[in-house]
């Protein structure tokens, strides 16, 4: 079964599963294996048949999975209901993700609105991640200067 092997994959780092007419009952095995995967970063679920039911599903998985940077959902009929739940649960939950795909091209049952409030929202994880890079960064500098300067007689 592809979802116990993934459950329990530390290796794979990016799935590629676009184009391939799933639905969100099928997708749901899929997902809760993810919730104790703690390698797969970049998911591609882009042209499927993914609703509702499943942005749903997904945006519990945001809740509780961390590890991912990109889950591409573009080309799916999620309608407002689900982009609702994806957008809640990346502001409340979520800090990792940085691009759901070009949803704001090829999903046009999300709405305009929320595709947008969805992107910015993304943006927001992009742009705390990369403060936080230049601070670590910062930090790692300040240590090895001060490891250098005690070396110096």
């Known amino acids: 079964m592809l979802a116990d092997g993934i459950k329990f994959n530390k290796t794979l780092v990016k799935l590629d599963l676009s184009h391939n007419c799933f639905k969100a009952?099928?997708?749901?095995?899929?997902?809760?294996?993810?919730?104790d995967n703690s390698s797969v970063a970049d998911l591609n679920l882009s042209s499927n048949f993914l609703d509702n039911e499943f942005a749903i599903d997904l945006a519990h998985l945001l809740e509780s999975n961390q590890q991912f940077r990109v889950?591409?959902?573009?080309?799916?009929?999620?309608g407002p209901e689900g982009a609702k739940y994806l957008l809640e649960s990346i502001l409340a939950h979520n800090d990792t993700l940085e691009s759901l795909g070009d949803i704001k091209n090829t999903n046009v049952y999300m709405g305009v609105r929320l595709c947008e409030e969805i992107t910015q929202a993304l943006m927001l994880n992009m742009n705390s991640h990369e403060k936080k890079r230049a601070i670590m960064n910062q930090i790692k500098q300040t240590k090895a200067n001060n490891a250098q300067e005690k070396d110096i007689p």
């Open 25 to 35: 009952c099928v997708m749901k095995y899929l997902l809760e294996a993810l919730v």
């Open 71 to 78: 889950v591409d959902i573009s080309s799916n009929p999620i």
